[in-house]
């Protein structure tokens, strides 16, 4: 695994970061109760949020910290969800095209999860709108796996490479009846994601009796040679 990081923040206000967006997507209702969780490369290794720990309610102190390895070094015991968290960097180092992951978010976000439970895939949402297009891009589903399964972190790692040997890197995943998990340069990066895929959800449930329209093939190549769109 590639640990050159873009990623700046000494491990403090990396810990204080991961409770400050932890916090925001709290009260904003992205999570609820136990539900989500939070990481970041740090140094070289990572900082994740705990198991069944609030997002609304998180110590600093108390944030997992783990090695370049996945083993833990300190902190309350990490969230089940670290080994896929690490494929995701993992697969993203590799993915030709895009920058390594510096951080990841998921959470269980309402109307994303709603759309999940009919869906018939391969991807999340149809590109509807154009900032949908430009800030989120394609969000693949992922077949259903519990919590925690090693192999969803696999079909996760699968289908980053895939996407990127297509030209078309990606930055968020759907898991099906689960979440999205989102990963980008930086916490705030990654939450705008986060924001932008859940409006769109939100969006697409509201027209459900009458789908909205996707974007023309001319729509999205104007997008792509405009803003560099990656579609």
Known sequence: MNFQ?????????????ICRVGLSLFQRGYVHATAGNISMRVGDG???TPTDACL???????????NRNGTQICGHKASK???????????????PGS???QCVIHTHSTHCVSLSLNAQGPELLAPITPYFVMKVGHVPLIPYFRPGDPAAAHA???????????GTPIRAVMLSKLGPNVWHQNLASAMATLEELEETAKLMQLNVAQPP?????EHIEELRQTFGAAW
């Open 46 to 48: 990572f900082l994740i």
């Open 5 to 17: 990081s873009v990623n700046t923040l000494s491990e403090t206000k990396a810990r204080e970061e």
């Open 213 to 217: 329209q996707a974007l023309s093939a």
């Open 99 to 101: 920058l390594p992951a």
């Open 56 to 66: 609304g309610n998180l110590d600093p102190a108390n944030l997992a910290l783990l």
């Open 156 to 166: 996760v790692a699968q289908t980053i490479a895939q996407f990127a040997q297509q």
């Open 81 to 95: 969800t670290i080994t896929l968290h690490r494929q995701i960097y993992a697969a993203s180092d590799k993915a």
